[in-house]
């Protein structure tokens, strides 16, 4: 006579249930971040016109264009300080020292660049502040207005006389003198001086491209208050 012996299931170790419930977790959050992400993207891109959202990928091709451009070149510094010879380490100091006065307004400028006219009456603050974020985005290294300095760092506010820049107020008609890449700067200004003609405030709003504009007008450095040295 046999004897059936009966066999008892093997439990699942714990550990290795909580592991696949937390994989399984995982994977559904993150699938829901995705298609929250995908669906943020399209609602963003909802009614924007082909025109628009072609300038915003040209703009993206652009960007990535200069980064690679800057890359290159930090390279090609980097082999030159490590060359070993001192002269062409100052001369990199230099340069880079030059270049950074020139990004905070410190020295007079002048290259290739655009000068755009804007009379209007009514404008505010906020609509210069609008024009110089797109000539920015467009690639204008130097930008100035009516002879003033325009840096990231400097107040653009609106006054009780008018709009002001760095405290003083800058009355329209307002010349607005951008150097950098005269070709892309000159697109950007083109659509700019059309939306802006399109505005009832605006009596006229030209531009013109210069070979060489210069910028005489600097602002005063300011000294660091809170970051000192360790």
Do not use: C
Not at 90 to 95: A, F, I, K, T, Y
């Amino acid at each position: 006579m046999s004897v059936r012996t009966r066999t008892t299931p093997r439990r699942r170790a714990p550990g290795r249930a909580i592991s696949i419930w937390l994989i399984a977790l995982l994977v559904a959050l993150v699938a829901t971040v995705q298609i929250r992400s995908q669906a943020e993207v399209e609602r963003t891109l909802v009614g924007i016109d082909t025109t628009s959202l072609a300038f915003l990928i040209d703009d993206l091709h652009r960007a990535n264009d200069s980064l690679q451009a800057e890359a290159a070149d930090l390279q090609r510094r980097q082999a030159a300080l490590r060359s070993g010879t001192s002269g062409a380490a100052d001369q990199e100091l230099s340069d880079e020292a030059n270049r950074l006065r020139a990004i905070e307004g410190l020295v007079p400028v002048h290259g290739p660049g655009v000068v755009i006219v804007i009379d209007a009456a009514g404008v505010k603050a906020l609509d210069l502040q609008d024009a110089l974020n797109n000539l920015s985005a467009g690639g204008a290294e130097a930008i100035a207005v009516n002879d003033r300095r325009v840096v990231a760092g400097v107040a653009i506010e609106q006054a009780s006389a008018g709009v002001a820049i760095d405290g003083v107020v800058v009355a329209p008609p307002w010349t607005i003198t951008t150097i950098g890449d005269a070709n892309r700067i000159a697109e950007v200004a083109d659509l700019m001086t059309k939306a802006l003609r399109a505005d009832r405030r605006v009596r006229q709003a030209t531009y013109r491209v210069e070979a060489d504009v210069v910028i005489q007008s600097v602002v005063s450095e300011r000294p660091f208050v809170y970051a000192l040295s360790s």
